[in-house]
């Protein structure tokens, strides 16, 4: 798992990975900074950080395989892939796959 910078967003087909942007509320910055992860303001909701993690596609599918798709949401993403108090804070999960698909949960 590689932390990324949101300006990679629009080369996620051409990396051959699968890069997550997950947004989570401002009023935990605390709790981010804790974990050591690097953080934007979202540029579209200024109530927002979003906190970028590329995965190649073994990571994917550790993350993935393990979510029920009926069950999944950004919450339980980011979870997986963060912690519990981060994952409670998060209001978006954004993921572009090598394939250029988008596949986003809010």
């Known amino acids: ?17 699968y890069d997550v942007y997950i947004e989570i509320d401002c009023d935990c910055e605390e709790l981010v900074d804790a ?9 579209d ?6 906190v970028c993690i590329s995965l190649n596609a073994e ?3 550790d993350v993935f395989d393990q979510s029920l798709l009926s069950l999944t949401n950004e919450q339980t993403l980011a979870t997986a892939l963060l912690n519990h108090e981060l994952g409670e804070y998060t209001t978006k999960v954004t993921v572009y796959t090598p394939h250029g698909d988008k596949i986003t949960f809010e």
């Open 59 to 61: 990571e994917f599918t």
């Open 35 to 43: 974990v050591g992860l690097e953080y934007e303001r979202c540029k």
């Open 1 to 17: 798992m590689t932390q990324i910078t949101a300006d990679r967003r629009k080369d996620a087909g051409s990396t051959g990975t």
């Open 45 to 50: 909701d200024d109530t927002q950080n979003e």
